[in-house]
C-alpha cells in the first residue's frame, strides 16, 4: 500500500474552491432518447489536432495514449507524447482546453515524472474535472506500472498536484465511465505478459474518484485479459470487451462477457475466446445498440498463431464494429482512418445521434506500414478528432 501526496492542495471529492461544470452534453446513454428505426454510422473527415500550430504545448514524435472531455461549452483533450511509442524518461502528458471545438486550445497541465506515463483518463464527476493515469518505467523493452496517478482541475491552467492512489501500485485502469450518476471504472493487475495471470476488477467511487472500491466479487475475471471496455444497456446490464493477449484455457483474442444489471460484478465470459484481437477497446451505445472501436489487426487471427512477434509483423487499422448481442458477436461494419501504430480510440457522446471521437495514428500515406514500423518510425503517430453520426 502506498500513499504519497506531493506538495500542494489535497484534492478532496469536491473542493468548494475549484471551478465545477454541469454535466452537459451527458456522455451517458441514459439521458437521450434515441427513437425507434434501423441506423446507419457514418464517420466525418478527421481533423488532424496533434501536432497542430493551435496547440500551446509542442509535441513530441510519438502521440498516442488519449482521453477526451466535454463540459458545458468546453473541450478538454488529454495525451501521452514522447520519442518514440516505448517506455522512455522524456515521456510527458499534456492537457489543452479548447471553447472553439478545437480551432484554438488553451495551455491546462503537463505531467512529466521522469517516466513512462500513460493510459489518461478524463472524468467529470460531482461538477469537477479530474485526470486520472497510469506511471510505468523507463525501460522501453518491459512493461513496469508503478502506480495510478490523479490531479483535479481548480480553475484554467491550474491543476492540484498529482497524488498518487492508495492500492496496488501495479493496478493499470484502463476505461473509465459514470452510468445513473455512479462512476465505474476498470483495472487488470498481474504479470501481464507473462504467465497469463492477470485479474480485471470492476470498481465505483463515492468520493469523487478519490479512492475505489469493488463492485460485486473482486477480482471481477481472472485470466489472460488485459485492457476492458464496458458499457450498460438500457435495462442496465453490462457488457464488456477484453483483450485477451496473453492466453489462457480459452485461447488467445478476445473475449465478450456480460453481467446483469443486478450484479454487475458477475461477469459471464465465453469458454472460447474469439481469436480476433481488439485492441484498445472502446464502447459506447447508441438507442439499444452496443457498438466497439478499436484496433484491427489485418492478417489475422492474433489467436491462430498467439505470438506478438508475428502480430507485430503485420499491419494494423482502426475499426469500427457492432455487438451482436442476440449471438453475442462481435461484427467488423468499417474501418476508420488508422495505420502502422494506430488505435486508443475515445468516444464522447455530443448529441442524440452524434459522438466526438479521438484517435491516433501513424501518417495515413502508408497503409500498408506493419504495427512495429509505425512504433519505431522516426515519423512518429498524430491525433485526429472525427464526429461520428448515427442516420
Known sequence: MISLLLAGCTPEPRAPDCQTFASTPSDDPADWNVGPGSYTPVLSDVRF???????????????????????EETLFLAWRTAPSHFADVGTEMHVVSSTDDGAHWDFEHTIALGSDVREPALLLLDGQVSLHFFQGGTNPFAFEPRAIWRSVRCAPGEWTDEIIEEGDDERVVWDLKVRDGRPLRTSYTGDHYGKGELEIHLETSDDGGATWYPVGTDPTFSGGSSESAIELTAAGDLWAVTRNEDGDATGKGSMLCTAPASDLGAWDCPAVSDPERYDSPELLRHGDELWLLARRDIGGPFGEDGGLLEYSARPKTSALYRIDQENRQVEHVMDIPGAGDTAFPQARRTGPHTFLVANYT???????????EGQTSPLGTQIYLATLTFE
Not at 362 to 372: F, V
Open 362 to 372: 501513424s501518417p495515413l500515406d502508408d497503409p500498408d506500414i506493419t504495427w512495429l
Open 49 to 71: 489536432v496533434v501536432p497542430s500550430d493551435a496547440l500551446p504545448v509542442t509535441p513530441q514524435a510519438s502521440n498516442n495514449n488519449v482521453s477526451i472531455l466535454v463540459a
